[in-house]
C-alpha cells in the first residue's frame, strides 16, 4: 500500500501540489518581512501550477485518489497562511481570517469523519489507496476559492501601488459570503464521490484467490 502510495505522489500533478504546500511557509515569511514583490512571484507560480497540475491530470489521464484530497488541502494551507501573515501585517480583518481559518478546519474535520464512516474496519481512513471516497469540490467552493486567491493578491499588491482600501474591503465582505455559502454548501455530502478504491481492491482479491500454474514435472526439469 505504502508503496502505491507514493507511485501517486510521484505523479507530476501530485509533485506541482506538493511544491505548493512546501512554499506557503516562504511565502508567509516573506510577506511578514515585507517583501511584497517576491510574495507576489511566489503566489503567481502557486496560482499557475494550480492550474496546472489540474489540467495535466485530467489531458493525460493521471487523475489520482490522493490528489483529490492533495489539491484542496494545499489551497486551504496557501490561503490561511498568507491571510493569517497579511493579518499579522495589518492588511486583513480579524474575522474574515477567522472565518477563513474556522471554515477550512470544519470542513478537513467533517471530511475525516465522514470517510471514516464509509471505511471498512481494518482499513486506514487516511489512505488514498482503501479509501472509497474522493473529493469533488462544490461550484461555489471552487468560486469562492477564486475569490480568496483574488482577495490576498490585492491585500499583496496594495501597499506597493497604493490601491484605494475600498478594493480591499469589497472582497473582504464579498469572499466573507461566498465562505459561509460553501461551508453551508458541503452540507449533505454532495463533495463526495467513489473513489473506484472498492473494486480495485475485489479485483486484486480476486487474483490472490486464482489457483497458482501447476507446472508438469517435464517444465520443471527445463527450467533446471
Request: hydrophobic share 40%; net charge positive; glycine share 8%.
Given at each position: 500500500?505504502?508503496?502505491?502510495?507514493?507511485?501517486?505522489?510521484?505523479?507530476?500533478?501530485?509533485?506541482?501540489?506538493?511544491?505548493?504546500?512546501?512554499?506557503?511557509?516562504?511565502?508567509?515569511?516573506?510577506?511578514?518581512?515585507?517583501?511584497?514583490?517576491?510574495?507576489?512571484?511566489?503566489?503567481?507560480?502557486?496560482?499557475?501550477?494550480?492550474?496546472?497540475?489540474?489540467?495535466?491530470?485530467?489531458?493525460?489521464?493521471?487523475?489520482?485518489?490522493?490528489?483529490?484530497?492533495?489539491?484542496?488541502?494545499?489551497?486551504?494551507?496557501?490561503?490561511?497562511?498568507?491571510?493569517?501573515?497579511?493579518?499579522?501585517?495589518?492588511?486583513?480583518?480579524?474575522?474574515?481570517?477567522?472565518?477563513?481559518?474556522?471554515?477550512?478546519?470544519g470542513l478537513c474535520v467533517a471530511t475525516y469523519v465522514y470517510v471514516?464512516?464509509?471505511?471498512?474496519?481494518?482499513?486506514?481512513?487516511?489512505?488514498?489507496?482503501?479509501?472509497?471516497?474522493?473529493?469533488?469540490?462544490?461550484?461555489?467552493?471552487?468560486?469562492?476559492?477564486?475569490?480568496?486567491?483574488?482577495?490576498?493578491?490585492?491585500?499583496?499588491?496594495?501597499?506597493?501601488?497604493?490601491?484605494?482600501?475600498?478594493?480591499?474591503?469589497?472582497?473582504?465582505?464579498?469572499?466573507?459570503?461566498?465562505?459561509?455559502?460553501?461551508?453551508?454548501?458541503?452540507?449533505?455530502?454532495?463533495?463526495?464521490?467513489?473513489?473506484?478504491?472498492?473494486?480495485?481492491?475485489?479485483?486484486?482479491?480476486?487474483?490472490?484467490?486464482?489457483?497458482?500454474?501447476?507446472?508438469?514435472?517435464?517444465?520443471?526439469?527445463?527450467?533446471?
Amino acid at each position: 500500500c505504502f508503496k502505491i502510495f507514493l507511485v501517486q505522489l510521484k505523479s507530476p500533478p501530485n509533485i506541482l501540489t506538493s511544491s505548493r504546500i512546501l512554499l506557503s511557509p516562504v511565502l508567509g515569511y516573506l510577506v511578514i518581512s515585507g517583501n511584497y514583490e517576491t510574495a507576489v512571484i511566489g503566489c503567481v507560480y502557486c496560482g499557475f501550477t494550480d492550474y496546472l497540475d489540474g489540467f495535466i491530470a485530467k489531458r493525460y489521464d493521471m487523475s489520482t485518489v490522493l490528489g483529490t484530497y492533495l489539491d484542496p488541502l494545499a489551497d486551504k494551507i496557501i490561503i490561511n497562511v498568507l491571510s493569517v501573515s497579511l493579518w499579522y501585517n495589518g492588511m486583513l480583518p480579524t474575522p474574515l481570517v477567522v472565518l477563513w481559518f474556522a471554515r477550512d478546519l470544519g470542513l478537513c474535520v467533517a471530511t475525516y469523519v465522514y470517510v471514516r464512516s464509509n471505511t471498512q474496519k481494518g482499513q486506514r481512513v487516511i489512505d488514498p489507496v482503501t479509501t472509497p471516497l474522493k473529493v469533488e469540490p462544490t461550484l461555489i467552493s471552487k468560486v469562492n476559492t477564486v475569490l480568496q486567491f483574488l482577495t490576498l493578491t490585492v491585500g499583496l499588491v496594495q501597499p506597493m501601488y497604493g490601491m484605494p482600501t475600498e478594493y480591499l474591503t469589497g472582497l473582504c465582505w464579498l469572499t466573507g459570503g461566498t465562505t459561509l455559502a460553501s461551508g453551508f454548501s458541503y452540507i449533505g455530502n454532495d463533495a463526495f464521490g467513489k473513489s473506484g478504491n472498492s473494486v480495485q481492491a475485489r479485483v486484486r482479491q480476486q487474483i490472490g484467490k486464482l489457483p497458482k500454474p501447476i507446472h508438469s514435472k517435464k517444465e520443471n526439469a527445463n527450467k533446471l
